[in-house]
């Protein structure tokens, strides 16, 4: 069997216990850590052949490089991708002892979400995540519009023109005492502001945030 056309199955975590072995003095030691290297690789393979057909074929289909195997420590089934200049793979997540047509999408979605090597650089993917978070402040932006346009549209004349009044005197410092309809009309005004969602937080504006908080 070929693993993206590789003889055996070597994950991230077996190629550094591997170079660690190379390291060791002790020869007896160091043959003992090889079989152990070896029974890795074979539980490896195992967890491959143990994942359902279909799963593996659906997410062959997004990305030829990625693929399921079973870790039989954790008792899950593992997401790894293979790394084409190191030819290992490397473990993305682990999921439910039990994969599900729902548990394959989630991943799909997961590795869309983060894939940087579709962009051309760093800053690339940063530009793009930027234009993402600008697209969901405009949409919470024009939603937080809308609530509040229809607030005014249900408004009446005489309603409209005493809000202008109150306002015009909160600004002078008057103390303004809401009454029967007015205050129900107010209520709700403070009601869908309250009910607008906060813009996504950009790398750069989480700093400052950060940096202001100290």
Same mark, same amino acid.
């Given at each position: 069997?070929?693993? +993206?056309?590789?003889?055996? !199955?070597?994950?991230?975590?077996? *190629?550094?216990?591997?170079?660690?072995?190379?390291?060791?003095?002790?020869?007896?030691?160091?043959? @003992?850590?090889?079989?152990?290297? #070896?029974?890795?690789?074979?539980?490896?393979?195992? #967890? !491959?052949?143990?994942?359902?057909?279909?799963?593996?074929?659906?997410?062959?289909? *997004?990305?030829?490089?990625? +693929?399921?195997?079973?870790?039989?420590?954790?008792?899950?089934?593992?997401?790894?991708?293979?790394?084409?200049?190191?030819?290992? *793979?490397?473990?993305?997540? !682990?999921?439910?002892?039990?994969?599900?047509?729902?548990?394959?999408?989630?991943?799909?979605?997961?590795?869309?979400?983060?894939?940087?090597?579709?962009?051309?650089?760093?800053?690339?993917?940063?530009?793009? @995540? &930027?234009?993402?978070?600008? @697209?969901?402040?405009?949409?919470?932006?024009?939603?937080?519009?809308?609530?509040?346009?229809?607030?005014?549209?249900?408004?009446? &004349?005489?309603?409209?023109?005493?809000?202008?009044?109150?306002?015009?005197?909160?600004?002078?410092?008057?103390?303004?005492?809401? !009454?029967?309809?007015?205050?129900?009309?107010?209520?709700?005004?403070? @009601?869908? #502001?309250?009910?607008?969602?906060?813009?996504?937080?950009?790398?750069?504006?989480?700093?400052?945030?950060?940096?202001?908080?100290?």
């Amino acid at each position: 069997m070929s693993y +993206c056309g590789q003889e055996r !199955y070597i994950t991230d975590r077996v *190629f550094a216990f591997d170079a660690i072995i190379h390291k060791l003095d002790d020869v007896p030691m160091r043959l @003992k850590a090889s079989r152990l290297v #070896g029974r890795l690789i074979e539980l490896n393979e195992a #967890g !491959y052949r143990e994942v359902p057909a279909w799963a593996q074929k659906k997410i062959r289909a *997004f990305d030829p490089l990625l +693929c399921w195997r079973f870790d039989f420590e954790r008792n899950q089934f593992a997401l790894d991708r293979f790394d084409a200049e190191r030819k290992i *793979f490397c473990t993305i997540s !682990y999921w439910t002892d039990r994969l599900t047509e729902g548990d394959v999408y989630d991943a799909i979605c997961l590795c869309r979400k983060g894939d940087m090597q579709k962009a051309d650089s760093p800053e690339d993917y940063i530009r793009q @995540k &930027d234009a993402e978070a600008a @697209k969901i402040e405009k949409a919470n932006s024009d939603r937080a519009t809308d609530k509040v346009l229809g607030v005014v549209d249900s408004l009446t &004349d005489r309603q409209i023109e005493q809000f202008v009044k109150t306002e015009q005197a909160m600004h002078t410092g008057e103390r303004i005492r809401p !009454y029967s309809n007015d205050a129900v009309t107010l209520e709700r005004m403070e @009601k869908s #502001g309250a009910e607008i969602p906060a813009p996504p937080l950009k790398p750069n504006n989480l700093k400052n945030r950060r940096r202001t908080q100290k």
